[in-house]
């Protein structure tokens, strides 16, 4: 089976919603924080970001494994919320993802993400990937930011 990437369509994001909140149980539990954005956003909340940015989808034999969303601004392509179902990691559909999300905007000159400092499995894919850390943030005691972009040459 040959995975589907392709843009999200209004009636998916129920479906993504649930992923996402799925996805994020694995990073709360390393910043011990359940209160974190992926895991409260409502679906309203999510509807207006469809309506402000690209998100994609992933569908291996019909059902969603992975979805990304991103928006451009001033030539910068802001990438968030990637996450693949846990039982499809490690096979190569985030890095598919990332390929996928950077080339709808293959206009831009700049792509930004970002992740939290204990991510490992973050960190190593957007190493992979050619980004590089140009920021950190302390958001509390138990969280820091860690910002990366790639600049196209």
């Excluded at 802001?78 to 490690?90: M, P």
């Amino acid at each position: 089976m040959e995975i589907q990437i392709q843009p999200a369509l209004l009636n998916d994001l129920k479906q993504i919603l649930q992923l996402q909140k799925d996805c994020y149980q694995s990073e709360a539990k390393i910043y011990d924080n359940f209160d974190i954005p992926p895991l409260t956003q409502s679906l309203k909340s999510l509807e207006e970001d469809f309506n402000r940015q690209t998100i994609l989808k992933a569908e291996l034999g019909g059902k969603l494994v992975a979805s990304v969303r991103a928006f451009r601004e001033n030539g910068t392509c802001f990438i968030g919320r990637l996450i693949v179902k846990e039982d499809f990691q490690n096979r190569g559909i985030g890095r598919k993802m990332m390929k996928a999300i950077e080339a709808v905007f293959s206009d831009c000159y700049r792509y930004e993400l970002f992740t939290g400092f204990k991510s490992v499995k973050n960190l190593n894919l957007y190493h992979k990937l050619g980004y590089r850390e140009f920021k950190r943030h302390k958001e509390n005691e138990k969280l820091t930011i860690v910002f990366f972009e790639k600049i196209k040459r």
